[in-house]
């Protein structure tokens, strides 16, 4: 049975792609494989993560970048400039700044997670910038609040009765923690549009990916805080990074004045 047959009867869908990464990998083919095949995510077997044109370190638990939040990025970048004042909040791999860094250069990028291995990777693949460990906008310096210009935030928002349900990679080699978003996939979500309105400057946002069904609850979350808010929604192309999803959906949250004026 040559590779991709193995691949292919192992559960990898897509097979043929795997095998080129695999074979490509270096080292010791038939260990990567094994590794693969027994259940391994591919990421882990790897090393690193693809996000956005770059690979990022990855390590065991740690969320792996999706292709959709690709749109989280997008809708970040047509707000940002150079010099503002970045966050990547449950930061995982980091990757999310990392590629909105790439599309708007001159940024000063810090982002923040609770899990220590997802502070070393976004250690490893942010270099220069300001990596914190902590919980939320509690792991920022005070210095920085009332500062923060850009705020993506992928976090987890899956509803938990929901978790049994993805994709058996996501249920046994992701940290539960980095998916799980309580009863309605929201709990995360709740206490972030909580603190941000002290977190922001005058021209700050937080962009956050959400489910199409979260997205009015969401919006009453964000207006009850006291926050402008609108949500963006684009359709997806399909990649393989996504997980049940034809479409992506971003809040976007600031402070009352600079959105009602509609200062870009």
Same mark, same amino acid.
């Given at each position: 049975?040559?590779?991709?047959?193995?691949?292919?009867?192992?559960?990898?869908?897509?097979?043929?792609?795997?095998?080129?990464?695999?074979?490509?990998?270096?080292?010791?083919?038939?260990?990567?494989?094994?590794?693969?095949?027994? @259940?391994?995510?591919?990421?882990?077997?790897?090393?690193?993560?693809?996000?956005?044109?770059?690979?990022?370190?990855?390590?065991?638990? +740690?969320?792996?970048?999706?292709?959709?939040?690709?749109?989280?990025?997008?809708?970040?970048?047509?707000?940002?400039?150079?010099?503002?004042?970045?966050?990547?909040?449950?930061?995982?791999?980091?990757?999310?700044?990392?590629?909105?860094?790439?599309?708007?250069?001159?940024?000063?990028?810090?982002?923040?997670?609770?899990?220590?291995?997802?502070?070393?990777?976004?250690?490893?693949?942010?270099?220069?910038?300001?990596?914190?460990?902590?919980?939320?906008?509690?792991?920022?310096?005070?210095?920085?609040?009332?500062?923060?210009?850009?705020?993506?935030?992928?976090?987890?928002?899956?509803?938990?009765?929901?978790?049994?349900?993805?994709?058996?990679?996501?249920?046994?080699?992701?940290?539960?923690?980095?998916?799980?978003?309580?009863?309605?996939?929201?709990?995360?979500?709740?206490?972030?549009?909580?603190?941000?309105?002290?977190?922001?400057?005058?021209?700050?946002?937080?962009?956050?990916?959400?489910?199409?069904?979260?997205?009015?609850?969401?919006?009453?979350?964000?207006?009850?805080?006291?926050?402008? +808010?609108?949500?963006?929604?684009?359709?997806?192309? @399909?990649?393989?990074?996504?997980?049940?999803?034809?479409?992506?959906?971003?809040?976007?949250?600031?402070?009352?004045?600079?959105?009602?004026?509609?200062?870009?």
């Amino acid at each position: 049975m040559d590779l991709v047959d193995r691949l292919r009867a192992a559960g990898c869908v897509f097979a043929e792609r795997e095998a080129g990464l695999l074979r490509a990998a270096g080292g010791d083919l038939e260990a990567l494989v094994a590794r693969r095949t027994a @259940g391994e995510r591919l990421e882990d077997v790897l090393g690193w993560a693809g996000f956005g044109g770059r690979r990022y370190a990855i390590a065991p638990g +740690v969320f792996v970048p999706r292709h959709r939040s690709g749109f989280l990025v997008d809708v970040a970048a047509a707000h940002a400039r150079p010099g503002d004042v970045a966050l990547d909040l449950c930061c995982g791999t980091g990757a999310l700044i990392g590629a909105l860094s790439d599309r708007v250069p001159g940024l000063t990028v810090h982002a923040a997670d609770l899990d220590p291995a997802a502070v070393a990777c976004a250690r490893r693949n942010l270099p220069g910038a300001h990596v914190h460990e902590g919980d939320l906008f509690t792991a920022l310096p005070p210095q920085l609040r009332g500062r923060l210009d850009v705020v993506v935030a992928n976090v987890p928002y899956v509803p938990s009765g929901r978790i049994a349900h993805l994709p058996v990679e996501m249920r046994e080699h992701e940290d539960r923690s980095t998916l799980d978003g309580g009863a309605d996939g929201l709990a995360v979500l709740r206490r972030v549009l909580a603190a941000a309105g002290t977190w922001l400057s005058p021209r700050g946002r937080v962009f956050v990916e959400l489910d199409e069904d979260q997205t009015g609850p969401a919006v009453e979350l964000a207006t009850r805080h006291g926050l402008c +808010v609108r949500v963006e929604t684009t359709t997806l192309d @399909g990649d393989p990074g996504d997980w049940d999803a034809e479409t992506g959906h971003v809040l976007v949250a600031g402070p009352q004045v600079a959105m009602s004026t509609n200062r870009e």
